[in-house]
């Protein structure tokens, strides 16, 4: 995630908001976050404020500039776009130290009033929506946040199912392990409920292909649900294993031969295969191309 210090000539004398929006050409929602988090300086590094008079003819803006590793939009359209995520990829940055996640591609490639609409798990791989400018990132993430959207998921996971299932289990962080970013299924947590159906059933392995669609939308909730009812999603380094192994992953300390003998593949084997929504009065439904590995 590299973060570059760029140089602006601006009007003398004018409201720093002013002159982002006018000679800068800044979103509002853009202009108010780089304010609100110092990343505008004048020559001697003092961070304007939302309310502060431009003194000088310079202004430095440390922006994100995002870069590529190769990763291409599987759809593009006029509003929005659509990536295939790689396992093991984060899609946001979570601090100034990730040097490369998702959002590096997005920026990249639509510059940088693109956004993502919504969220996956760095190990989940496949479709991930993209906002290419303020006005359609208002319309899909308020979207998401009603749930006028339908998603669905592959996974191999442990044993052997057969029919149908509804999971209706209220998922919550999980306050007595030592694993700070793991759920867990609780009487005091938030509604949450998946459908998992059958696909293929693989018994020189004992496993089985699945498909899971989420009606809400919990953080881990397909792998907390599958976990619950004893089909761990193959390749999970935090659920359904020993938390001295999920610690070690979540450190970086896990080495690839044990996160394979403990979990049983060298990634997690969930995978964002559709997503179906209507935007603009037009309803789409789009397939990733990428396949789970068995």
Request: aromatic share 10%.
């Amino acid at each position: 995630m590299p973060f570059i210090l760029k140089k602006y000539k601006v009007p003398y004398g004018k409201k720093i908001q002013l002159a982002l929006i006018q000679d800068l050409n800044l979103h509002r929602k853009i202009l108010q976050k780089y304010l609100s988090r110092g990343r505008i300086f004048d020559s001697k590094n003092i961070t304007y404020k939302i309310s502060d008079i431009i003194k000088e003819e310079y202004i430095y803006v440390a922006q994100f500039q995002g870069s590529t590793k190769g990763l291409k939009p599987l759809l593009i359209f006029k509003d929005f776009a659509i990536f295939d995520k790689p396992s093991n990829l984060m899609v946001h940055p979570i601090s100034k130290n990730t040097t490369y996640s998702l959002l590096d591609e997005i920026r990249y490639h639509f510059g940088q009033n693109s956004n993502l609409a919504h969220r996956i798990d760095a190990q989940t791989s496949g479709l991930v929506l993209v906002s290419l400018n303020k006005n359609s990132e208002t319309i899909l993430k308020k979207m998401f946040e009603q749930k006028k959207y339908k998603k669905s998921y592959l996974a191999f996971v442990k044993g052997k199912i057969s029919k149908q299932i509804l999971i209706d289990k209220p998922i919550t962080k999980d306050i007595n392990s030592a694993i700070g970013v793991k759920m867990t299924v609780s009487k005091n947590g938030k509604i949450s409920q998946t459908i998992i159906n059958p696909i293929k059933y693989y018994k020189n392995t004992n496993q089985s292909l699945i498909e899971a669609i989420p009606l809400t939308g919990r953080q881990h909730q397909i792998r907390v649900h599958l976990n619950h009812i004893n089909h761990t999603i193959i390749g999970d380094p935090i659920y359904g294993v020993n938390e001295i192994i999920a610690d070690q992953y979540l450190c970086k300390k896990l080495t690839l031969e044990n996160r394979v003998k403990y979990t049983g593949h060298s990634r997690l084997l969930l995978h964002s295969n559709s997503l179906e929504f209507k935007y603009k009065d037009i309803e789409y439904k789009i397939y990733s191309k990428m396949k789970l590995p068995i």
